[in-house]
């Protein structure tokens, strides 16, 4: 063998990132998510094999979210979904809300700048001046990472004074578009939002859907039936979980105290059959006043190389 | 009436002896080992070979030096013997240590350095010993833990072939995890 006579000279160095492909994935298959990550930083060779092991490892968190909790100056605490906890400083989060999360990427506001953030590597994409300063109810949600090309951005705001409005951005354009809506009956406070094949899904707390096509740029209003078996109506292939961080006992996981209040993003998990959302959730004190306010977020962990430099504009 | 019980115990292992068939694996060095047919069948690559009756005198195996070799029979005896009367092929390898009696064994035994550890997970892979590839590949992957990729470097000796910019990049990908 002639690396036994290479070692003799050269002495350990070139020794464990000369490991065969194959084997240096058997190793990587045994890292947990953070590990891989400094596994990925440390060589060529090894960023390679790190490559199919993170993905095996996204693939697997898709079931069970990350949660990012935020709201206090810029320390951040990242939980994974053993309950670890990491520290770290997002001072762009200070003073903003996330308002939907997709694939590791997160939709943050803050006082009416709007921008894409994707804390496993701290990426920051500015995306244009949203139209509104100040946001009340509202859902959220994007298509696709903003590194794509046909990302598009939905964004239904509803305000007690002025009703519904529906704002649109797709990739590379500079302005957000404001869409004409038809009236809504009886639709309340909104709870979530998703995108599915060509379309923006809005729900309310209750039961009122409404969806936004993409092509046609028209909504309809649908109302949600529980286990109705008839071939007529249509069939929605997501489940909701609407109260997702309270039937979790996320507080006391978190170790949180029952004063504290806390206002929290959602997003889509993939299920075997069917889709999961996670919807977005206010979790109010247990006592009469708030202690603290905090505001949290579901995310799935992904890792991409991101080259620098990445913009909403083509 | 104490000796004579002796011999019936001394008598029954002479006759396991000369039922047992043995085998000789010869290392890239040159130096012969003779060992139970069934220790050598961990392997299943000599397990193959000896299934396909090719190994009439030595089995060569160029590709192990004789320090790793020894050290890797005595990896498939000890496991062989905790293994009972068991076919190879019907042992478990679990590193869980509650199930495993020989996780204390196993510690000690990849209390090696580094140049030893990576010979025996090419070994392992080579003769095709799952519960040694397991083994040692969870000793490299438990020797990472909680380290930045600059620690990393420094345990494995690893040369850092990113530029200066590759690198700022790669930094900013790993920071957060370490606050």
């Known amino acids: 063998m002639t690396s036994s006579k290479k070692r003799k000279e050269s002495g350990m160095t070139g020794l464990w990132s000369g490991l065969p492909a194959d084997l240096l994935s058997l190793i990587v298959d045994r890292l947990g998510l953070i590990e891989l990550l400094s596994f990925h930083g440390v060589c060529k060779a090894w960023r390679a094999a790190a490559s199919t092991a993170l993905s095996k490892i996204e693939a697997s968190a898709n079931h069970k979210p990350w949660f990012l909790i935020y709201g206090e100056n810029s320390q951040c605490h990242l939980y994974n979904e053993s309950g670890r906890r990491y520290t770290t400083s997002i001072p762009e989060l200070d003073g903003a809300t996330c308002i939907a999360s997709h694939q590791g990427w997160i939709l943050v506001f803050k006082g009416g700048s709007m921008f894409f953030y994707y804390p496993f590597s701290h990426a920051k994409i500015d995306i244009p001046t949203f139209p509104l300063s100040v946001l009340s109810n509202h859902a959220a949600a994007f298509s696709s990472p903003p590194t794509t090309l046909e990302c598009i951005v939905a964004v239904m705001h509803r305000d007690i004074m002025s009703g519904f409005s529906l704002y649109v951005l797709q990739r590379g354009a500079n302005a957000w578009a404001k869409c004409e809506l038809v009236q809504f009956y009886n639709v309340r406070e909104l709870g979530s939002a998703i995108y599915g094949n060509q379309n923006f899904y809005f729900f309310d707390k209750i039961n009122k859907l409404i969806t936004f096509s993409v092509k046609d740029k028209t909504c309809v209003q649908h109302t949600l039936l529980k286990n109705e078996n008839s071939t007529t109506i249509k069939h929605l292939p997501y489940v909701r979980s609407k109260s997702h961080f309270v039937r979790r006992n996320m507080k006391k996981k978190l170790g949180l105290d029952e004063d504290v209040s806390i206002s929290i993003c959602g997003t889509v998990v993939q299920n075997d059959s069917t889709d999961i959302i996670i919807c977005n959730e206010e979790v109010e004190s247990a006592e009469e006043f708030e202690s603290r306010y905090l505001k949290g977020v579901w995310i799935q962990p992904r890792f991409f190389h991101l080259s620098p430099n990445q913009s909403w504009s083509f | ?179």
């Open chain 2, 1 to 179: 009436m104490a000796s004579s019980s002796t011999s019936v115990v001394v008598s029954n292992k002479e006759k396991e002896n000369k039922n047992t068939k043995k085998v000789t694996l010869k290392s890239s060095d040159g130096e012969s080992f003779e060992v139970d047919e069934s220790v050598a069948m961990e392997s299943q690559t000599i397990k193959h070979i000896i299934e396909d009756g090719c190994a009439n005198n030595e089995i060569p195996l160029p590709n192990v030096t004789s320090g790793i070799l020894s050290r890797v029979i005595e990896y498939c005896k000890k496991h062989k013997e905790a293994a009972g009367e068991s076919e190879p092929s019907v042992t478990s390898y679990t590193s869980n240590s509650t199930t495993n009696p020989l996780t204390e064994w196993d510690t000690e035994f990849v209390k090696v350095d580094q140049n030893t550890l990576f010979d025996l997970i090419l070994a392992a892979n080579y003769l095709d010993i799952k519960g040694l590839l397991d083994l040692t590949c969870k000793t490299v992957a438990d020797m990472m833990k909680g380290k930045t990729p600059q620690e990393i470097r420094e345990t494995f000796h690893i040369k850092n072939d990113y530029t200066p910019e590759e690198e700022a990049e790669v930094r900013k990908e790993n920071q957060w995890a370490f606050e």
